[in-house]
T-cell receptor
């Protein structure tokens, strides 16, 4: 089955700097790669996603890139703000119609 | 408002006392799933369901049961809870577009379970 790895497990950046979180997946049949943000005391919420027929997607300060050949995808957050502090999860959705999540990255944006 | 509702939000129980955590979604989603979240281990899938009366094991199904009698509800049952099931549980639902295509997963607010 699918296996998703995520790095780093923790990340601290200064406010205004960029943050990058990387994930790799194992199943070349996976076709949907969402990113979730989990704030304290809440359930994860989708912030951006990408499908396997697209290489990059942007939404204001966040972007996701996908390299199907290398089987990795990354989340990029520019001009980070304190409210970006949260746990971020990547996920891969395989053809078996199931979501597999990475272990998460705790991002801290320091003022 | 589109949402996934879990109940209860917090639960403390004793070892061996059967309990049920309810999950309901109002988006007519086919796919529903249960996860447990433990420090350093991310979201681990317990069970999932592709549609009514169709359920399957995830990565950590031992000690749990589920049922999917109606499209909107997907309860998680712990027949004989043990302390190692102390965790934060999330229910999620997603619209299945068929052919292996899904849309985003919507998560409930979570249920923090403590088994003593």
């Amino acid at each position: 089955g699918e296996n998703v790895e995520q790095h780093p497990s923790t990340l601290s950046v200064q406010e205004g700097d960029s943050a990058v979180i990387k994930c790799t997946y194992s199943d070349s049949a996976s076709n949907y790669f969402p990113w979730y943000k989990q704030e304290l005391g809440k359930g994860p919420q989708l912030i951006i996603d990408i499908r396997s027929n697209v290489g990059e997607k942007k939404d204001q300060r966040i972007a996701v890139t996908l390299n199907k050949t290398a089987k990795h995808f990354s989340l990029h957050i520019t001009e980070t703000q304190p409210e970006d502090s949260a746990v971020y999860f990547c996920a891969a959705h395989d053809y078996g119609q199931n979501f597999v999540f990475g272990p998460g990255t705790r991002l801290s944006v320091l003022p | 408002e589109a949402q996934v509702t879990q109940n209860p939000r917090y639960l403390i129980t004793v070892t061996g006392k059967k309990l049920t955590v309810t999950c309901s979604q109002n988006m007519n989603h086919e796919y529903m799933s249960w996860y447990r979240q433990d420090p350093g281990l991310g979201l681990r899938q317990i069970y999932y369901s592709m549609n009514v009366e169709v359920t399957d094991k995830g990565d950590v199904p031992e000690g749990y049961k589920v049922s999917r009698k109606e499209k909107r509800n997907f309860p998680l049952i712990l027949e004989s809870p043990s302390p190692n099931q102390t965790s934060l549980y999330f229910c999620a639902s997603s619209l299945s577009l068929g052919q292996g295509m899904n849309t985003e997963a919507f998560f409930g607010q979570g249920t923090r379970l403590t088994v003593v």
